[in-house]
């Protein structure tokens, strides 16, 4: 069974732009959720999907989005980019979304730099 | 307000030592706890999980030792592999009945990196 996938790897963008990172399940896992890791902050929870909805949100600016679609694929979206948002960002993936005692695989990750 | 710690930030060890990684918590809600291990710019491995039920979990080389009334758990490499170097997180998850609080939302400590040395 195929991993998590995330694409692009490696991003680059200026200040003010925007940018959609793309987040592929492993096949069957219904639940997303979406990680910043900084070298300041750490391994921080940005946001959870499960069909399609968004069930727990972390403490994020509301530049920071995602949605999920039928498919389970997710993507997150950041606006108007700032130097901070400069960090590794990882999807993780669930199989039943039940919310507890759930194993989360994680993605490569896709590292964007703001430049 | 930091809910998961590993307090060590580094640890080194012999070739075929054990290594033991230690992570505190404070949050009485935690009920699943993880630990994953991850190499710069990868995304986390999952290594071995523990349920609040249960105070040890084992498989291969790796045990995890869970200590609620302590609040602490720690995972033992038996024995410790150069390819074991890496960073390794602990992360735990809430319960339920914390809420709508508690989908889909790992809390992580912030690290110990563990050399292995031939």
């Known amino acids: 069974k195929a991993g998590v996938t995330q694409t692009p790897r490696y991003l680059i963008k200026t200040r003010g732009q925007q940018v959609t990172l793309s987040c592929s399940p492993i096949?069957?896992?219904?639940?997303v959720s979406w990680y910043q890791q900084t070298p300041g902050q750490g391994l921080q929870f940005l946001f959870e999907?499960?069909?399609?909805?968004?069930?727990n949100k972390g403490n994020f600016p509301g530049r920071f989005s995602g949605r999920q679609f039928s498919n389970s694929r997710s993507e997150m979206n950041v606006s108007t980019l700032e130097l901070g948002d400069s960090a590794l960002y990882l999807c993780?993936?669930?199989?039943?979304?039940?919310?507890?005692?759930?194993?989360?695989?994680f993605g490569p990750g896709t590292r964007l730099l703001v430049l | 307000d930091q809910q998961v710690k590993q307090n060590s930030p580094s640890l080194s060890v012999q070739e075929g030592r054990i290594s033991i990684l230690n992570c505190d918590y404070t949050?009485?809600?935690?009920?699943?706890f993880l630990w994953y291990k991850k190499y710069p710019a990868e995304g986390p491995t999952f290594l071995i999980s523990i349920s609040s039920i249960k105070d040890k979990n084992e498989d291969g080389r790796f045990t995890v030792f869970l200590n609620k009334s302590a609040k602490h758990l720690s995972l033992h490499i038996v024995p410790s592999q150069p390819g074991d170097s890496a960073v390794y997180f602990c992360a735990a998850m809430l319960s339920p009945n914390a809420g709508g609080t508690s989908y889909g939302k790992l809390t992580f400590g912030q690290g110990t990196i563990l050399t292995v040395h031939p």
């Open positions: 993780a993936s669930s199989s039943l979304g039940r919310g507890r005692q759930e194993t989360q695989y």
């Open positions: 096949s069957g896992h219904r639940s």
């Open positions: 999907y499960f069909s399609e909805t968004q069930r």
């Open positions: 949050n009485s809600m935690f009920d699943y």
